[in-house]
């Protein structure tokens, strides 16, 4: 702990400040609805509206306000979705997402299967029944894939 303390003097210098510091918590409204068009098409509408939000307020830290609308289509083993979101600033995200339920012909209901073993050597079976494939797009209109995780093992990198 001595080591740790010593390494954070080292690193920055202290201001003479006031003995207090102020700073508005990132409150926000969330409002959210679904509605079911004709029995397979729905459409949901998400809002989060920043209540600290504005250029007057010298203590501020906001939750950016945005609206995400996602048109879907769903039936049993299939669903399709189209999430669109804006914020504030007039940034657009886009996205795409598929769900697929299977059916799997050993009766097991599994459709895919991986076993995991943890830093400690715990070992961990996790199944599914269904599996779902997304991709977005941020602001810029470039692709946004999943990155891939520095520590997974060689052989699934």
Same mark, same amino acid.
């Given at each position: &702990?001595?080591?740790?303390?010593?390494?954070?003097?080292?690193?920055?210098?202290?201001?003479?400040?006031?003995?207090?510091?102020? &700073?508005?918590?990132?409150?926000?409204?969330?409002?959210?609805?679904?509605?079911?068009?004709?029995?397979?098409?729905?459409?949901?509408?998400?809002?989060?509206?920043?209540?600290?939000?504005?250029?007057?307020?010298?203590?501020?830290?906001?939750?950016?306000?945005?609206?995400?609308?996602?048109?879907?289509?769903? &039936?049993?083993?299939?669903?399709?979705?189209?999430?669109?979101?804006?914020?504030?600033?007039?940034?657009?995200?886009?996205?795409?997402?598929?769900?697929?339920?299977?059916?799997?012909?050993?009766?097991?209901?599994?459709?895919?299967?991986?076993?995991?073993?943890?830093?400690?050597?715990?070992?961990?079976?996790?199944?599914?029944?269904?599996?779902?494939?997304?991709?977005?797009?941020?602001?810029?209109?470039?692709?946004?894939?999943?990155?891939?995780?520095?520590?997974?093992?060689?052989?699934?990198?």
């Amino acid at each position: &702990m001595r080591q740790y303390a010593n390494r954070i003097a080292n690193t920055f210098t202290p201001l003479d400040t006031d003995s207090s510091y102020f &700073m508005n918590l990132p409150t926000a409204v969330n409002l959210m609805g679904d509605y079911n068009i004709d029995g397979r098409f729905f459409v949901s509408a998400s809002a989060t509206i920043a209540l600290t939000g504005g250029t007057k307020d010298d203590h501020k830290t906001s939750a950016l306000t945005s609206l995400t609308v996602t048109p879907r289509y769903e &039936m049993r083993h299939l669903g399709a979705y189209l999430p669109l979101s804006v914020n504030r600033y007039g940034q657009v995200d886009a996205g795409v997402a598929l769900r697929a339920v299977a059916h799997v012909p050993d009766g097991s209901g599994v459709l895919l299967q991986a076993t995991l073993e943890h830093a400690d050597g715990r070992r961990e079976t996790v199944r599914t029944r269904q599996l779902v494939l997304a991709l977005g797009r941020d602001g810029s209109g470039a692709p946004r894939w999943p990155g891939r995780r520095r520590s997974a093992p060689a052989s699934i990198r």
